[in-house]
């Protein structure tokens, strides 16, 4: 009989279920990995759910990184983010490969496994997901300095993104927050990043913005509109490298006089939003 | 100069306006090419791969603030918006209001570095120093540590661009058009030595510059991110080949990172430039950019891809697939065996999938599942690769069945050729195509007998 094995849906929480999957001795054909959430159930299986243990987790992503190489490390944390329900078990299939091969390194290489595929096809579309958003995420100043922006991506990504931006604007107070999962980074000027799960309200309505905000967003606004060439206008090759989804939360697709957030009332994306 | 002379303290909106249309056709607006991290007092690192923050209405990436430091000329270029006969409004920045709106916008994520360009203000010489001075205080007071793609400006003092260089990722001269004698036709003040000059002190510089780091590794480092070059297609009389030798010969002779095609827009109604009533010439660009890939990418020469007999690209294939229609003798390759070279050349195998092919196929053999599967252009590559020896379907390898079926796949053509190019079954009622008078009378008599013997049917 199978042991479905339910975890949170979580790098973490995963990589606890690798390891207690592995440790529960049953046999890897006899063991499955899920994440919750997943309504339907199986017939003729025996569920078990798995707490989160930190320890556990960094335990395995050690393993992962010593024996599997940092691409497969790096493939394992990408692919966790995504919103997919055989993401656990085919984490879990790539870590059995790759421990019981002589190179591990080649795991992530073996394509023909499903699993592997699945794997590597996940990390590209988070590593993509997260390569956009390191462009179209907008900061927007608030009374006192402090840069706020906000997202709402399919793919769990803030942790992924968080670094960048904590490099990038080293001497920057800082908070970008996923509106989707309630979860914010929260970045001190000079100092580190930390992730929390506080239920943050929209801060621009408690703080207010900063005196230059508006001009900027503005002088943006009229920069972006100046820049394309009339004669090669092109919306359908915009719209397919910058899907309508991002724009909510881009300055640039907000009206100059408007709220945020009006971008769906915007006459001027009638036939964007039709085609 | 004609124009009238707009005031000096104009607002920072209306400045911005007129700069970043002015530069707007400059094509370059990529970010790759540097990996540095925070220099730990100020903003700004460089993300190797480069970061596009927006797309513009025109479909091109936006990912830095793309501006001329001013639009006032001395030159008077035929094709250039700019030029010093043109009635335009005027502009200049300061490098104060230059670093306000780099720091500004950087903060707020919207964009990944400054381009900065500029027209030719009083000299060349006069120019470059302004430029310098923008660079110096951006890096050194506001300890900007994003990308920077400068222009050398042709003529100016050899010690500005090398002092100008140790500030920028990437600079570059604009080669403007193909030849030199499309050059003396548009833009007499310019020459094709003037360009090529500064083009050639950055790379000695640049090569300098790798030894100097090979020695000290703190060095301070020079166009870390190569120089580039743009020309304008279709203002001359160039054909293909003579665009892909020359793009060949920057990157061999001149060890160019990039070369850019800017699909020529007739901003200027003047007799020496083309009419060009189908719009900027962009199925043309498109071809180049193909052919350029496959030059920096794939390990193809211009020659292999024209020649001076078929001196313009296929407008139906791409580069590629135009090549391997005219050297079937090469196909089919054995995915399991074929070199990666060979992989490359391929139709519907790009530089991804060929790494992912060779890599897997280590670890057991591919079939064309796993081809799919890895992204692989099947109902492309099908024609030209075989799986443990086997093709796809049983196919021929002939010229004609090959084109007949890639046409019918359809490749993203633009709508003007869409319809009316592709292969069409014959039709006995086709209008478009005239019949002969012997034909048509044939015709007419029998509808006309025909309707005469309903008449007659009717009658009864």
Request: some cysteine.
């Amino acid at each position: 009989m199978t042991t479905v094995f339910v975890c949170e849906d979580s790098l973490d929480g995963i990589l606890t279920g690798v390891y207690e999957a592995w440790d529960s001795r049953l046999g890897h054909g006899n063991v499955k990995l899920q994440t919750e959430g997943m309504d339907t159930m199986e017939l003729f299986c025996e569920y078990q759910t798995v707490r989160t243990d930190l320890e556990k987790a960094e335990k395995v992503l050690r393993t992962v990184k010593r024996r599997m190489g940092e691409k497969a490390r790096e493939a394992v944390c990408y692919a966790s983010a995504c919103p997919d329900s055989g993401k656990a078990d085919a984490i879990y299939r790539l870590i059995v490969l790759g421990l019981s091969l002589p190179d591990g390194r080649q795991a992530v290489n073996r394509l023909q496994d499903p699993a592997v595929l699945l794997v590597e096809k996940l990390r590209y579309k988070a590593w993509h997901e997260a390569e956009r958003m390191l462009g179209f995420l907008r900061f927007e100043e608030l009374a006192g300095g402090v840069l706020y922006a906000r997202m709402n991506p399919p793919y769990a990504i803030l942790p992924l993104i968080a670094p960048h931006f904590a490099d990038r604007l080293l001497q920057e107070n800082w908070i970008i927050q996923d509106t989707g999962r309630n979860q914010a980074a929260v970045h001190r000027a000079g100092g580190s990043w930390f992730l929390t799960d506080a239920d943050l309200p929209d801060l621009r309505k408690i703080a207010g913005y900063a005196e230059t905000e508006k001009e900027f967003q503005t002088l943006w606004r009229a920069f972006c509109k100046s820049i394309a060439i009339e004669e090669r206008r092109n919306p359908r090759c915009q719209q397919t490298l910058l899907p309508l989804r991002f724009r909510p939360d881009m300055t640039e697709f907000q009206p100059d006089s408007g709220q945020p957030g009006a971008f769906w009332q915007d006459s001027r994306f009638d036939s964007l939003r039709k085609s | 100069m004609q124009h009238t002379r707009i005031p000096e303290q104009l607002p920072v909106m209306e400045k911005l306006k007129i700069l970043s249309d002015a530069a707007k056709y400059d094509v370059a607006c990529t970010s790759s090419g540097t990996a540095r991290g925070n220099n730990g007092k100020g903003i700004g690192n460089c993300f190797d791969a480069g970061i596009c923050h927006s797309f513009a209405a025109d479909g091109r990436c936006i990912s830095l603030l793309k501006i001329l430091l001013t639009n006032e000329c001395i030159f008077n270029c035929r094709y250039c918006l700019n030029r010093s006969s043109n009635d335009v409004p005027r502009a200049t920045f300061t490098p104060d209001e230059i670093c306000d709106l780099v720091i500004g916008f950087y903060r707020r994520n919207y964009i990944e570095g400054l381009f900065l360009s500029s027209g030719i203000l009083n000299s060349p010489d006069y120019t470059m120093e302004l430029l310098y001075q923008t660079l110096y205080k951006l890096r050194s007071q506001y300890h900007f540590g994003g990308y920077i793609h400068v222009k050398a400006i042709p003529g100016a003092d050899p010690f500005l661009i090398e002092k100008t260089g140790f500030l920028a990722d990437r600079m570059s001269v604009n080669l403007e058009l193909p030849t030199a004698e499309g050059l003396r036709r548009l833009a007499p003040a310019k020459s094709r030595e003037k360009i090529l000059k500064p083009m050639r002190q950055v790379q000695n510089r640049m090569e300098e510059n790798r030894e100097e780091l090979a020695l000290y590794r703190s060095a301070p480092r020079f166009v870390p991110a190569g120089q580039s070059t743009q020309m304008i297609i279709g203002a001359t009389p160039e054909n293909d080949f003579q665009i892909m030798s020359v793009a060949e010969s920057l990157y061999k002779k001149f060890d160019l990172k990039r070369v850019f095609y800017s699909a020529f827009v007739r901003v200027n109604d003047d007799s020496a430039l083309p009419a060009l009533p189908g719009g900027p010439p962009l199925l043309r660009e498109h071809r180049l950019y193909q052919a350029d890939w496959l030059l920096r990418f794939y390990g193809f020469e211009a020659g292999e891809l024209l020649s001076e007999d078929r001196p313009n690209f296929n407008i139906l294939f791409d580069p590629k697939c135009d090549w391997a229609l005219r050297h079937l003798e090469l196909f089919p390759v054995e995915i399991n065996r074929a070199s990666y070279q060979t992989l490359l050349r391929v139709p519907g195998i790009g530089v991804k999938s060929a790494q992912r092919i060779v890599k897997a196929r280590r670890l057991g053999s591919l079939d064309f599942q796993d081809l799919k599967r890895m992204g692989v252009v099947l109902k492309r590559a099908l024609y030209f690769i075989t799986c443990r020896g086997r093709t796809l379907y049983p196919i021929k390898i002939e010229e004609d069945y090959i084109t007949r079926n890639l046409l019918y796949v359809k490749e993203k053509l633009p709508p003007e050729l869409r319809d009316d190019v592709t292969y069409r079954q014959l039709s006995l009622f086709d209008d478009g195509m005239p019949l002969s008078v012997e034909e048509q009378s044939v015709l007419l008599d029998v509808s006309a007998g025909s309707a005469a013997a309903f008449a007659g049917g009717g009658a009864i």
